[in-house]
């Protein structure tokens, strides 16, 4: 983990989290993390976690990762939950609870797409599952690239996703809480 003006980054391994007490040890420790970032002299302004795999499945939006970590990033009041692996951009409302809610109040878990042409995946056409909680999905197919800009200020994060031509296909703007 590390602070960047004024956002607190914790990443995740997901190659140490495969059994229920690794779980629990890595949700200890990014609680731990979180607590002592708030009461430290410095407090974050924005909380964001990381981890390779996915909170949702791209092609037709079941959970995934979404449902081991969202009951303690609902308690710790992270603000934006990074993701990749499955090569589909997908991007949530803000959830607390398990329901969408508004922009104040939850955490928007975003995870890119492909960058490197190779990886890229398909998608259903229409959002099967969990359809209220993703507000934008995206990906090329097979041969997929794009990027995402991220823009802090003090009151809040702008992030842009952009595809191979510069175009965007998407943005959102995670408010300070």
Known sequence: HFMYSGVLF????NEAMKTDEELAAAQ???RKVISDQKASR???SFIVVCEHYQWFYGKDGDFSQFSRWNTLFDELGVDLALGANNHIYVRSNPIKDGRAVGAKKGTVYLQTSSADNERGEEMDEAVSQNADLIA????EGAKTISGLDMKVTPKKITI???DRYGNVQDDVVIPRK
Do not use: A
Not at 10 to 13: H, Q
């Open 10 to 13: 914790i990443m995740l391994n």
């Open 28 to 30: 200890d420790w990014v």
């Open 42 to 44: 410095h407090k974050p």
């Open 136 to 139: 934008s999905r995206w990906t």
């Open 160 to 162: 842009y996703l952009i």
